[in-house]
Nanobody
Framework: QVQLVESGGGLVQAGGSLRLSCAAS????????IGWFRQAPGKEREGVSC????????YYADSVKGRFTISRDNAKNTVYLQMDSLKPEDTAVYYC??????????????????WGQGTQVTVSS
């Protein structure tokens, strides 16, 4: 089992920044991939940014490329999502998720088994 706890969400004006954190606990060595997903009202959950634990390969959704950065601190078992130049369309509940097995598509939500409780990000215009 893996437990994930997100923090760092909040309300920010357009153009501002936030940093989300995801603290992992449990059977950490079993994590093959970990990342961030989001779900806005009335929309499907989408992959925002993910990282492979073995290769370090990263994925970014086209809508966030150049604005968001995923990183990890292995000593703290924590993954971060630095979000800059935020836009109102970034408003959503952001979730951290982990996959204990190899994934075919790095940031496809269906590939991930463990999920955090989510943190709200609201960007005002």
């Amino acid at each position: 089992q893996v437990q994930l706890v997100e923090s760092g969400g909040g309300l920010v004006q357009a153009g501002g920044s936030l940093r989300l954190s995801c603290a992992a606990s449990g059977i950490i060595f079993s994590i093959n991939a970990i990342g961030w997903f989001r779900q806005a009202p009335g929309k499907e959950r989408e992959g925002v940014s993910c990282i492979s634990s073995s290769s370090g390969r990263t994925y970014y959704a086209d809508s966030v490329k150049g604005r968001f950065t995923i990183s990890r601190d292995n000593a703290k078992n924590t993954v971060y999502l630095q979000m800059d130049s935020l836009k109102p369309e970034d408003t959503a509940v952001y979730y951290c998720a982990a996959a204990p097995h190899s994934v075919q598509t790095l940031c496809a939500p269906d590939e991930y088994d463990y999920w955090g409780q989510g943190t709200q990000v609201t960007v005002s215009s």
